[in-house]
Nanobody
Framework: QVQVVESGGGLVQPGGSLNLSCVASGMITSIYAMGWYRQAPGKQRELVAIIPTGGITTYANSVKGRFTISRDNAKNTVSLQMNSLKPEDTAVYYC??????????????WGQGTQVTVSS
């Protein structure tokens, strides 16, 4: 009953920029956090950045100073502005939303992923 959809991936050259967007929709009562994860070939999925509602924004050390995460709470969206991209940023990027629906339970929902490729 909750959908999470990413967009904005693509092919960019090293040093370039890209902006990813994500929207969560459905029977959402509250959103506790929205964030971005990525998974490179042969590696585990890792946290890139996350904004907990009322909490502290967290970035992976590898992207600090280059990526910026932002949320629009009214629209249930989260964006990831990626600057100074490096080849090692190449991965499938996934949006994650931690939400409450009509039940007291808090659930985590994932988008389908969007490919980011950094190459010359």
């Amino acid at each position: 009953q909750v959908q999470v959809v990413e967009s904005g991936g693509g092919l960019v050259q090293p040093g370039g920029s890209l902006n990813l967007s994500c929207v969560a929709s459905g029977m959402i009562t509250s959103i506790y956090a929205m964030g971005w994860y990525r998974q490179a070939p042969g590696k585990q999925r890792e946290l890139v950045a996350i904004i907990p509602t009322g909490g502290i924004t967290t970035y992976a050390n590898s992207v600090k100073g280059r990526f910026t995460i932002s949320r629009d709470n009214a629209k249930n969206t989260v964006s990831l502005q990626m600057n100074s991209l490096k080849p090692e940023d190449t991965a499938v990027y996934y949006c994650n939303a931690v939400v409450r629906t009509r039940t007291p339970a808090v659930e985590s929902y994932w988008g389908q992923g969007t490919q980011v490729t950094v190459s010359s």
